[in-house]
């Protein structure tokens, strides 16, 4: 039913096709991790810390224990010895921090509100519920460390004990290697400071706020003596967890096996990192002999996940009179909460987001420097636009707040420092590979008539009608090579995937990575018939699965359409050329691979179209009657393949907001949103359009609704979607995307992976539209939420 | 979280005073108050059942006096833990003013909220706050007044 009998053009590359999974998933037959019910299975729930900062006097766990149905009620003291700590190698990135040594569960004390204390097993989950009220922890509390400013003045309590400070990262991001080189370059930029025609400073504040997937996290894990462990586990990366299993409970490697369960609602990266909840259900399944998966609440889920953003960027900007950018100088400071999270710790998001501060401009010169603080609030975990949702907040914003300096249209001083030729290396060494920037902004300009608006405005402020527009423009990863993924999180970058075929004609695909929703089944569905002259219908692709799937790094930084798909087609064109080999040899003739068509189920031989066999005939003969086969040549028909880039790879987005201020209270309704796009080569239309309508929806959800707010004692008040709110269908404008691609020149299809950086323009954007409609009061917006009070505060100060 | 109010109660001050320091009234006032035992003058510790919102939760904790300026003043300070529901502190200014027949009792209260208490709202612990206190003055201003049982809640 979902799917077309024919493509769009004649090819599916490119076809709308409708999503595949989504049949099962509106009809709910989705499968997810809850779903999953194993024979004696026990529950987990979590007794987690009332206090944000508290020594743990002592635990009585009698009363639980002693409740019928309770198996066990674990520790953090029980666990030290059973266990290693975290970090392991596999877990840390290739950059000095000061990174906490921590247990699933909190040992001598608690260090955020919401910290697992102790874990209640029992047969079924009321009963552990039941439990975990009759658990007495006895606390002493110490002072909370909730600023990050104050966190790192020297004195401050200390987060993590196993550290002098509470400084857990810091970076200076230019300049080059030596202090000495960057001290120069920190005297070059305050000499361009100095001698500008316009330099602005302003200090923007982003809010805590991240991602909230429908579903929350969950693990399930069994241990057989002979096998070992199985996990299922919500989780985009299989691989990595497996590993750090392994290496945290000293299991030999080849008996551990993580399974992201194909159905998964939602990641947004937050379950991109691995969990401590992971290795405590992991070790109770092996110690107790019997499966035992943990559901996390929605209220557990709040409190701990999901939560990024947070920082504070003091940004300089220097141009010249009419527009030129010359340098800029941003001084980060990050919230980064306990920090214990593994793989990105923290502060692995704060820091691409000051590589990313100088955007899709050019700069004679940046000084750029960042501080992460550890405090007593929930690690910050991955949420797409990993880490630079405020650093482009401050930078679009700077954009405009010098273009109102200088008095120049905003999108005229975009235009004039949008990098004209690619490829091109940032001032922070950031790589942009390929794409037309210039293209994409003047097709995003195309869709509105500027100076004709400026006149409409003109006349709306006589008649006491506010209206503005603004801009935003993005460059993100397309997936994450190597050289850039080695570094950053230890973890290779290339995209994997084994393609079996089948003796009916029909091709299984497995893939190492673990998509939470981005529809990976359709796309590859559609690259593999594309390749083979197949049906889409007639492929099944199998992911997250560690026993059956090839090493991946999983599915993080828009690595769908730029590395995973790229190893599938790939692999196809393996097993093509083997077909064509065998195909030829059993027609005895002489023939390259191009020499024939894969198409409508046949193949054909280009220069004579009555010489053809039938897809399934040859696939079966190479598979099922591997005799009579040309020199060298074995049958079966599988591939394993690996995609590497030559180099990193980027795509590009620029957005325009429209917006109507209502000066009297401060509401503002969002009356126009377009966006331009760069993707490449595109194989799913549908499927994009949906990628890029869900990303700026979230980021307009993060800068106008959603926050997460800890009071001074670290409390955290917003556990619940009544305190935390996100936007609904209601809240939002028409969101009208449209494309401008230039193909990738480093994948085989021309494809760039999308969407995870996405959201990252739209706060921009859609501030500089409310300033823009402000521009008679001088109001500019520093800080985020952006919410009607923010703003009728300032109409209200700027009058008086 | 922070509560002023004053209440107006038919007695004079020292039976007022007297009243406040008199652990069996306070235990019929306290709504919800289950247990209330004297481990001292000033110290009492005892156990009170609370509904905020969609959470009952049982307290169990302490009060101390402090501050006592016999006839006007004290200050009571408790602390109790809800179990899973979190816990709360409050410190509470109890003022009086001789009105001659009647006794102007002022209170403040200052609590602090955390665990999973904290997330219901402000608003919703205000609300509740505000409604426990009236109810224990009420009750207190009854038994004062020697009227019959007061309300459970």
Known sequence: MASKATPDNGSWMGSRLPRREDLRLVTGQGKYISDIVLPRMAHAVFVRSDYAHAKIVSIDTSAALALPGVISVTTGADIVDEMRSMPQPVLLPNLPAKYPTFYPLSVDKVKFHGAPVALVIARDKYTAEDAVELVEVEYEELPAVVDPNAALEPGAPLVNEDHPDNEIFSMTFTGGETQAEQDENDKAVEEIFNSADAVIKETFRVHRTGLTPMEPRGVLCDWSESDGLTAWITTQRPHIDRLALVDLLDIPAERVRVIAPRDQGGAFGIKAPFYRENVIIAHMARKLGQPVRWIESRYESLMNVGQERDQINTLEVAATKDGKLLALRNR????????????????????????????????????????????????????????????RFAIER???????????????????????????????????????????W?????????????????????????????????????GMASEVLVPMENQPGYGAASIRLDPRGTVQIFGGDAPGGQGHETSVAQVVASAFGIKPEDTLTTTGDTATTPFGAGTIGARGASYFMSAVHNACVELKNKIVRILAHDLGISAQPDDFEFSNGEVVLRSDSSVKKTFREIVERIIMHPINMPDGEVGGLEATVFFEAAKPMICFNADLCIVDVNIDNGEFKITRWVSSEDVGNVINPLIVDGQMQGAIAQGLSNTMFEEFIYDDQGQQLTADFENYKIATAADLPNIDVTYAPTPCPHTPMGTRGIGEGRPSSVPGALCN???????PFGIEITELPVRPNAIWKKIQEARS | MELVDEIRIKADRDTVFAALNDIDVLQRAIPGCEKLEAISPTEFSGVVVAKVGPMKARFAGSVTLSDVKAPESYTLVGAGKGGVAGFAKMRTLVSLVDEGDSTLMRYEVKADIGGKLAQLGGALITKTSKKLAGVFFSNFEAIVNGENEPSSE
């Open chain 1, 398 to 440: 700077g954009i405009d707040i010098i273009a109102h300096k200088i008095g120049m249209e905003p999108a005229d001083v975009r235009r004039k420092n949008l990098i004209p030729e690619l490829p091109y290396t940032s001032v922070t060494g950031g790589y942009y590979d390929s794409g037309d920037f210039l293209k994409v």
């Open chain 1, 769 to 775: 539209a409310i300033c823009d409609a402000l521009k």
């Open chain 1, 332 to 391: 980060g400071v990050a919230d980064n909460g306990t920090g214990e999270t593994g793989v990105y710790w923290g502060f692995l998001m704060p820091f691409l987001g000051a590589h990313e501060i100088p955007n899709t401009y050019t700069w004679d010169k940046a000084d750029i420097k960042l501080r992460v603080a550890v405090t007593n609030k929930a690690c910050l975990t991955p949420s797409r636009a990993f880490g630079h949702f405020p650093t």
């Open chain 1, 442 to 478: 003047d097709n995003l300009m195309s869709h509105v008539d500027l100076a004709n608006f400026r006149e409409e405005q003109a006349k709306a402020r006589e008649s006491g009608r506010y209206i503005g527009i603004g801009f935003g423009t993005g460059v993100e990863l397309s």
